[in-house]
């Protein structure tokens, strides 16, 4: 019996060993494509990440230049309103000199000028030519000039102490890191 079963049984070991070669060669075939074909996503996300980090790097090369852009144009703007400043309390305290020793004279618009006890005679005289019921333009004294200019002048300072107070509380939020960019000294 074994000798009629076993050229059947090698015609069977080799039939299945041929198509156990077969099989394994249609397999790697087909494990051949899937690797083209997953080369070929691979190049395309490659491809496609490279094209993201490209534009990312151009938006953050722009926001860079935008920022440098904008912190010079701050320095300048700094710059030219230090030096407008400057020049404003030079020109104040050049006019508060001239109105205290009387070089220059302020004048003020007065109209139905009416002063009690007195009459028209010394009402002219004190008015710089107003007469009463008139308009017309008064000078002040030094002293009265330099007080009304020191009363103007102090409104600037309070203007500045309140610029000066929300620059410090911008900075002040900005160490906090609640909002963007830096203080410069001063």
Known sequence: MW????????????????????EHLIARGELAELQAEHSKDNEQHANDLLAISRAALDAENRALDAHAHAASDVAAIDVQLTTERLAHEADNEKNRAAIADGTRRLRIAVSNFTAAGTDEASFGAGASGVVHGASGYAELSPAWGAALFGIFDDADNDARAKADYLQQYVCALQRRGLIEGECSPG
């Open 3 to 22: 000798k009629t079963f076993l050229p059947y049984a090698l015609v069977a070991l080799l039939a299945a060993g041929a198509g156990f070669g077969c």
